[in-house]
Nanobody, 123 residues
Framework: QVQMVESGGGLVQAGGSLRLSCAAS????????AGWFRQAPGKEREFLGG???????KYADSVKGRFTISKDNAKSTVYLQMDNLKPEDTAVYSC?????????????????WGQGTQVTVSS
C-alpha cells in the first residue's frame, strides 16, 4: 500500500505560480511512477504529467512548458511546479502512483491516489 498526501494548493492570480507537493509513504517510492492529474467541475480527470525512474518525465500538451514535475526519492515526494497559471487551470489537483515502469496517461493504471488539493486561479 502507498499513502499519498498533497499540499500547496490555494488561490493565485493569473500569471502567478504555485508548487504542489505530494508526500508518499508505504511501498518504496523510488520504484513507482508518480503522476499528476486534475479535475475541474463537470469535467473528466485529466492527466497532466508524470515521472518514472526508468523513463523520465512526460507531460500533457496542455501544460508542456508551463508545468514541471520532479521527484525526490530520498524524501518520497513528487512536486508539480506550475508557472504562468491561467483561470482555466482551476481544478482539484491530485497525485497518483503506478507500478507501471513508463508514465501511463490512463487514470485506471494508477492504483494509489492522494485526496486532492484545490487550485483556484483568478483572472
Amino acid at each position: 500500500q502507498v499513502q499519498m498526501v498533497e499540499s500547496g494548493g490555494g488561490l493565485v492570480q493569473a500569471g502567478g505560480s504555485l508548487r504542489l507537493s505530494c508526500a508518499a509513504s508505504g511501498r518504496a517510492f523510488s520504484t513507482l511512477t508518480a503522476g499528476w492529474f486534475r479535475q475541474a467541475p463537470g469535467k473528466e480527470r485529466e492527466f497532466l504529467g508524470g515521472v518514472s525512474w526508468s523513463s523520465g518525465t512526460k507531460y500533457a500538451d496542455s501544460v508542456k512548458g508551463r508545468f514541471t514535475i520532479s521527484k525526490d526519492n530520498a524524501k518520497s515526494t513528487v512536486y508539480l511546479q506550475m508557472d504562468n497559471l491561467k483561470p482555466e487551470d482551476t481544478a482539484v489537483y491530485s497525485c497518483a502512483a503506478s507500478i507501471k515502469m513508463n508514465v501511463p496517461t490512463e487514470v485506471r493504471l494508477y492504483a494509489y491516489w492522494g485526496q486532492g488539493t484545490q487550485v483556484t486561479v483568478s483572472s
